[in-house]
C-alpha cells in the first residue's frame, strides 16, 4: 500500500436518517480532546439532527469506566487510540458487532476488526527520525537495524508502558516470531540513548536538542510540531523523517478507532456516526485536524503530510496487535526495556 495525495474521490456515503432524527441523540465517550472533535460532531448533528452527547478522558481511563459502568453506562460508543486498545475493549466484551455496508466498503479490511466490533477512523505511522547533522538516510534502514552497534546509546523511545510501541513490537512479532523479535529487543535497550522518559514529542525535542541522533515517534506528533508556532515549530524543523522497512513488510501504522458499546441504548444513532465519520468530508477533516492519513483511500491528505511524501505501510492485520500485545509486553520486560 502506497500513500500519496490524491484527489478527493467522488464517493458519497449515503446516510439513510430516520424520520424522527431530530428526538435522537447518543453518548460518546471519546479519548479524542473536545477540541479535536467536537466541530466534526455539531456537522454530524447538523446533517442528521442527532445530538451527540460527548464525554472526553484518557484512553485508558475510559475503558475502566466503561468496564465499571457494565450494563448500565449510558454510553453508545467509544473512540480510542491504538488498535490494542480496541483489542482490549472487545475482549473485555465492551463491544458489540455491527453489520455496515458502508463501514465495510470504506475501510479495508486490516483496518477493521475481522468480526467487526471495530473500526479504525484514522491512521498515524510510527517512523524514525534523524538529525540531519549528524546521521545520512542512506544510514537508516528499519526499526531492526536500530538495534545494531551502529546505534548503541543513539537513540530516543518512549518506555515500554507506552502501547504504541508495544504495538510496534507485537507487530515485529508477527513478522518475526517472538524468540527473534525477543533477542532483537535485548539489543535494542542497549541503543538507548538515555533512559526512556516523556512522550512522543518529546523524542523529537531531544533530537533536536542533540541528545541522540534517532528518535521513534508517530508523524502526528511531528505534523503537530510543524504547525505550531514557537520553539516547537524551530525544533521541528531540525529534524528529518524516515519512512522504515520499506524494502519489507512497510511502515508501522496504527489506528484511532471506534466502536458501538453493548450497553447502547442508541445503536442505530451511533452507527450512523460511525458511518458519518469515514464519509469523504468527515475522512478529510479529521485527518487534517489531528495530522493523520484518512483510513479511506482517495481522500485527500493534508498539505503538511502529504509533503513526507509516499510510503509502503505495513498491513497487517490491526487485531493482531491487540492479540499479540501481553507477549510483546512481557518480552520487553524481559530485555529489561523500562
Known sequence: MKWTALPVLAISTVLSWSANAADQELNLYSARKAELIEPLLEKFTAQSGIKVNLVTGKDDALLQRLKSEGELSPADMLITA???RLQ???EAGLFQAIDSDTLKQRIPTYLRDDEQQWFGLSQRARVIFYNPETVKPEQLSTYEALADDAWKGRVCIRSSSNVYNQSLVAAMIDDLGAERTQQWANDFVDSFARPPAGGDTDQ????AAGQCDVAVA??????RMLKSDGEDKQLAEKVALFWPNQEGRGTHVNVSGAGVTTSAKNKEA???????????AAQKWYAEVNNEFPVVKGVEL????????EFKADDVPLSTLGENNRQAVKLMD???WR
Open 270 to 280: 451511533a452507527i450512523k456516526l460511525l458511518e458519518f465519520m469515514v464519509s469523504d
Open 82 to 84: 491504538d488498535a490494542a
Open 218 to 223: 508517530n508523524t502526528y506528533y511531528y505534523g
Open 302 to 309: 493534508d498539505p503538511v503530510v502529504a509533503a513526507w511524501g
Open 204 to 207: 523529537i525535542r531531544a533530537l
Open 88 to 90: 482490549r475493549a472487545k
Open 334 to 336: 524481559r530485555a529489561g
